[in-house]
């Protein structure tokens, strides 16, 4: 199957997202905001999709990495397109970021799914029909009734599990710009009270600041361990190896990563190895595409650790359904002022449906399993 066409063209939407001076996500006024949607066409018109931010699939980027390693070649060999365009990394002067590679790799698979007459969970491995969900909510705030204060945590968190079905709730705390933060005893209050809100039997994750130092770490990890939390992420700068071995040394909290690090699999191979995380963190869009997540899901299970995705969407789902070793599906970002479950102008469907018992499914149609309104997204070209 020959790739005979590349395109990605970008188009207007409505967001109820804001950015914070950190670039932190908050509930905002509506206003217009722009997406990408990348096409590869094969020979017998055959059509992989995937949505992704505009800088992503840049035309330039194109032309310069993508056209001239892809058309001509048989689409469904992913695992060497994904190597001839892996390898320009190197000499792309910084150029070729890891999120063009996975728009592509997204794209390919869609496309292979598409060819193949079946949804690409089932394609990977179909290690289940459905997934339960963790409920993950946006960062602290100031809002009123936002998620300005623990006893706001503490009531949306009830609202999740008691009210819309999750099984599982992780929060983000508060981040810079927000008052008061950074701060690790503020973070542990909203933990605290999430803890009272839903019971001792509902698994609950943290997603803290990213810039502590070890010794603010190591507090709230052993403060966490007390509240029986399943893990925490990225406490610290993920490049320094040793401060996380470091602290698994020192806590029995389980600490997942690494989330953020760029180097794809073989980075998460090297945490592994140092006995630096109780489980392995891997999210389609930060190492590069479901081809090395699959490859990350497998080296942890060869060490009987769990790989747990980051983020959402059709390609992290996919995966979460494709593989044995893992718990959740990361359903999100979630605040008491957006209505997540509403698909976008450019969705008829959302791509992670959850049923009343926090179950996300997959869907049985051939590719990720996105179900686009392509009349929507022509209409709205920019
Ligand atoms: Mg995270």
């Known amino acids: 199957m020959k790739i005979t066409d590349i395109t990605a063209l970008t188009f207007r939407h409505k967001t109820n997202t804001v950015r914070d001076s950190d670039g932190h996500g908050h509930p905002g006024p509506e206003s217009d905001t722009t997406s990408a949607l990348l096409t590869i066409t094969t020979e017998d018109g055959t059509t992989g999709h995937v949505i992704c931010r505009p800088g992503e699939v840049r035309e330039d980027l194109l032309d310069r990495f993508i056209r001239p390693n ?3 070649q048989d689409a469904l060999c992913t695992e ?5 365009v892996y ?5 792309s002067g910084g150029q070729l970021l890891d999120r063009t590679l996975t728009a592509m790799d997204l794209a390919l698979w869609d496309l292979k799914g598409k060819a193949a007459g079946m949804p690409v969970w089932k394609l990977l491995g179909g290690a289940r029909p459905k997934i339960l969900a963790y409920g993950s909510t946006m960062c602290g705030d100031d809002l009123e009734n936002g998620l300005a204060t623990p006893e706001d945590y503490a009531r949306f968190a ?7 079905g999750y099984k599982a709730v992780k929060l983000h705390g508060w981040m810079p710009p927000m008052p008061g933060a950074p701060d690790p005893k503020k973070d542990y209050k909203a933990c605290a009270a999430v803890r009272e809100a839903v019971g001792p039997d509902v698994p609950l994750m943290l997603d803290p600041h990213h810039f502590y130092t070890r010794t603010d770490t190591l507090w709230l990890a052993r403060k966490l361990a007390e509240l029986d939390f399943r893990w925490m992420e990225e406490p610290m700068e993920e490049a320094s190896i040793s401060s996380y071995k470091w602290l698994r040394d020192n806590t029995d909290l389980n600490i997942l990563g690494p ?4 180097g794809k699999h073989w980075i998460r191979g090297e945490y592994v190895k140092a006995d630096a995380i109780d489980l392995v963190r891997a999210g389609v869009w930060d190492v ?8 990350t899901a497998n080296m942890a299970e060869c060490f009987h650790m769990a790989t747990e995705m980051h983020g959402t969407g059709a390609g992290n789902l996919s995966v979460a359904l494709a593989i044995h070793n893992t718990s959740f599906y990361e359903r999100g970002l979630l605040h008491p002022f957006i209505d997540y479950d509403k698909p976008k102008e450019y969705q008829n469907r959302i791509d992670d449906e959850m049923d009343a018992d926090g179950y996300v499914h997959g869907r049985d149609d051939p590719g990720l399993g996105q179900d686009l309104n392509m009349d929507y997204i022509l209409a709205n070209q920019t």
């Open 70 to 72: 892809l058309l001509g």
């Open 80 to 84: 060497n397109l994904w190597y001839k």
């Open 87 to 91: 390898k320009w990394q190197r000499l």
């Open 158 to 164: 009830d609202w999740m599990v008691n009210t819309r």
């Open 259 to 262: 989330e953020t690090m760029t």
């Open 288 to 295: 590069g595409g479901i081809t090395p997540a699959m490859k």
